[in-house]
């Protein structure tokens, strides 16, 4: 049975990338606009202190545009850094994109600085990456494990972004997967039913329902 998961999900990864891959960049500069906009709109966002967020790649909505405006708008930002020899990951507070550099798999990391290490905090909110999500929150991840790791132990609250195609309506998970709070999408952003805050749409426009 644990091998059918690992197939499915390896399947679902695989189209998760042609979609993304197959986007056109106007269409995915345009969804990636919308998706910053609302979550920056957020109630979510606008009561957080700190903002842990991974940092893009090509195939991902844009989260470099957000560490630039989160880090004008006076909060702290912390980004991921692998640990190396492991499956782990630590979060490293910047100023600047400019102290980001290829890392593990080539995503910008970091420094590993003993004195900018995330620790507990309050008021954070984590933006979590995601091939897809399902509309409870439920995220299909690369399948290296960093992330369900960490938010293992992570006591914020949680957001994923993601293209309304990139979204499933459930997806395979296990009993120790966490779901995000809040999911948006160049459409909607949604409160996820994890138990926490219900579940209910707030469409994107003009007026954004704040979350």
């Not at 195939?59 to 980004?79: M, Q, S, Y």
């Not at 990456?129 to 399948?143: E, S, V």
């Not at 009993?175 to 409160?191: F, G, N, P």
């Not at 003009?206 to 979350?211: E, F, G, M, T, V």
Request: proline residues 6%.
């Amino acid at each position: 049975m644990k091998e059918d998961i690992r197939q499915v999900k390896n399947a679902l990864r695989l189209r998760m990338k042609a979609v993304r891959q197959a986007m056109p960049p106007d269409e995915k500069a345009d969804f990636d606009s919308r998706i910053r906009e609302t979550f920056l709109h957020s109630t979510s966002y606008t009561k957080s202190s700190v903002i842990l967020t991974y940092v893009s790649t090509p195939i991902e909505v844009d989260t470099l545009a957000i560490i630039e405006t989160a880090l004008n708008d006076g909060k702290r930002v912390a980004c991921p850094r692998c640990v190396d020899g492991t499956r782990r990951m630590e979060f490293y507070y910047i100023d600047s994109l400019t102290e980001l550099s290829p890392g593990t798999f080539g995503v910008p990391e970091p420094e590993a600085n003993p004195w900018r290490l995330y620790q507990e905090e309050s008021h954070p909110i984590c933006i979590v990456p995601g091939l897809a999500f399902d509309r409870w929150g439920y995220r299909l991840g690369y399948g290296k494990g960093y992330y369900d790791r960490f938010l293992s132990g992570y006591k914020g609250w949680t957001v994923g972004l993601c293209y309304s195609s990139c979204v499933e309506y459930k997806l395979p998970h296990g009993r120790y997967d966490r779901a995000v709070d809040r999911l948006i999408t160049e459409k909607y952003l949604r409160r996820c039913t994890d138990g926490r805050s219900g579940g209910g749409y707030a469409p994107f426009g003009k007026h954004l329902i704040k979350r």
